[in-house]
């Protein structure tokens, strides 16, 4: 397993593999979750490269860029489980070495959800993701289905783009009780690691719902009750949406499929989570 730090590195290191490279971005802090992308990258390609770097441009104003969990030497003995050829991890200078002029405009789907929230959120996933694709060129790029709304936008940069990779996802990690594996979960103290388990209850509310006949409206409406009326949880968004497109499935109209994506805040920390649902005809 190499460890590369620069650009330069990177390329040397690309240059004396052999065979299909599969890549896996993350912003480290790593967890089961990220090793599940890095297992289904190792069984999908000769050669697996993962990124550890937390993306100044993807964080806005008062959000934790500084604050996030960093601990190179934890990750590396991580991805050692698992096997991975090189580890990619450069200092933001690295990356920008000076504010990039050149920006992705992420289209209409990142200013809905997330977006709303964090407004500059998505242009800089795509600028880093583009970046990354562009210094590894892989075959393959694996993405975590948790985080939903960006793996849509990155499947559109790869198609409106033209970028010669396959993106694949991956289901979401959960632990026994249900809650989303999340980097951010090391934030929670013991109290709030139990509100927090009323997120993944909620939407496995709405998905049985859907299940015994429910309909949209009446699905999304009783997942809603749940968040609101949780303890300890402030409710940032619930939307019931295409998982393809991400469009909201409105009012009154039939589907079915749909994905339920929540952002929720237990005590100062923001938790995301998503499952999908299957209506009845
Ligand atoms: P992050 O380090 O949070 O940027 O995540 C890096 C990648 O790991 C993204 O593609 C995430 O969607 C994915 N990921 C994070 N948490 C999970 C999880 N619990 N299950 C599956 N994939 C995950």
Do not use: C
Not at 225 to 243: I, K, M, N
Not at 266 to 276: A, F, H, K, P, W
Request: hydrophobic content about 45%; cysteine-free; proline content about 5%.
């Amino acid at each position: 397993m190499k460890l590369t730090q620069t650009k330069e590195e990177l390329r040397k290191a690309l240059g004396e593999l052999e065979g299909s490279v599969a890549l896996v971005m993350t912003m480290g802090a790593l967890h089961e979750g990220h090793l599940s992308l890095v297992r289904a990258a190792r069984a999908s390609a000769q050669n697996v490269v993962v990124s550890i770097f937390v993306n100044p441009l993807q964080f806005g104003p008062g959000e934790d860029y500084e604050a996030y969990p960093r601990d190179l030497e934890a990750d590396m003995a991580l991805l050692g489980t698992v096997g991975v050829e090189v580890v990619f991890a450069p200092a933001a200078e690295e990356l920008y070495p000076r504010e990039p002029l050149v920006r992705i405009n992420p289209g209409p789907v990142a200013a809905l959800y997330e977006g709303k929230t964090r407004p500059t959120h998505f242009a800089g996933v795509l600028q880093v993701v583009n970046k990354v694709l562009n210094l590894v060129h892989p075959d393959v790029a694996f993405f975590g289905q948790k985080d939903a709304q960006q793996l849509a936008l990155i499947r559109t940069l790869v198609a409106d783009l033209d970028i010669p990779v396959e993106i694949r996802s991956v289901p979401i990690k959960r632990e026994e009780s249900g809650l989303a594996l999340s980097s951010r979960n090391a934030y929670l103290n013991d109290e709030e690691r139990i509100e927090a388990l009323a997120i993944s209850q909620a939407l496995i509310v709405g998905r049985d719902a859907a299940a015994r006949g429910g309909a949209p409206d009446s699905v999304r409406a009783l997942v809603q009750r749940h968040l609101e009326q949780a303890p300890g949880v402030t409710l940032d968004y619930l939307s019931l949406v295409d998982p393809e497109t991400f469009g909201e499935i409105e009012s009154g109209t039939a589907a079915t499929r749909g994905l339920l994506v929540t952002a929720a805040w237990v005590g100062s920390t923001r938790l995301i989570d998503n499952m999908e649902v299957l209506f009845h005809e």
